[in-house]
């Protein structure tokens, strides 16, 4: 995507100033997890955008949906915050406690490419699933199609900072014990890549 934009580097090792046509693009890498990207967002959000996107790959729940296929995930659910009791795992509402464990994105950006994406939910963790039991409870109690590592950070900063939002994430790999071997990361980045360019010539 970069190499179509001219671009010029921020004092931030991770952020990046770009043009794309008539677009003034900041692009940030956050980091991996949680913590880095609601730390990073949410200092960079301190500056007004008209729109954020979280661009990455994601895990998939669901062999039917193809490798390198682009989501957009608009619900994701903090899948560990809860206690455990015995064999069962309590969210927040169970345990009747205050606080967000869910995050649903209703902010409205007009593009007809963003349109098109399929709209779906996913579950945001500290560690990604590789085990065939923890695999299926956490199905069972989530239903997600998507796993990742920061999508609920993003969704919670740019919620509370009013910015219309999207995430996009394209599938690199499936929910299943790990192997490498049936990962195709560059398929994903390629697709996300392209698709956030069509995105961007949609506005």
Same mark, same amino acid.
């Given at each position: ?24 693009? #900041? ?12 730390? =990073? ?8 955008? #008209?729109?954020? =996107?979280?661009?990455? @790959? ?29 064999? #069962?795992?309590?969210?927040? %509402? ?15 950006? %007009?593009? #007809? ?23 299926? %409870? ?29 995430? @996009? ?15 195709? @990361? ?10 956030? @360019? ?6």
């Amino acid at each position: 995507m970069l190499d179509k934009m001219e671009s010029v580097q921020n004092s931030h090792q991770n952020f990046l100033s770009a043009k794309y046509k008539t677009h003034s693009i #900041d692009f940030l890498i956050t980091g991996i997890g949680m913590l880095a990207t609601a730390y =990073f967002i949410g200092k960079t959000l301190n500056f007004k955008y #008209d729109f954020a =996107f979280n661009v990455g @790959i994601c895990g998939c729940f669901s062999s039917d949906v193809e490798m390198g296929a682009v989501l957009n995930i608009i619900q994701e659910h903090l899948s560990e915050l809860g206690a455990e009791d015995g064999l #069962d795992f309590l969210s927040l %509402k169970e345990l009747n406690l205050k606080g967000t464990d869910e995050f649903i994105n209703t902010s409205v950006i %007009k593009n #007809d490419a963003l349109e098109l994406i399929p709209k779906v939910c996913g579950i945001t963790v500290n560690t990604v699933h590789g085990n065939e039991n923890s695999i299926e %409870k956490v199905f069972q109690k989530f239903h997600p199609l998507t796993e990742s590592m920061e999508g609920a950070a993003f969704l919670f900063v740019c919620e509370q900072e009013k910015i219309p939002c999207a995430q @996009i994430r394209a599938v690199s790999n499936y929910v299943e014990r790990r192997n490498k071997e049936n990962w195709n @990361i560059p398929l994903a980045l390629k697709n996300a890549n392209e698709k956030m @360019i069509e995105i961007l010539n949609a506005f």
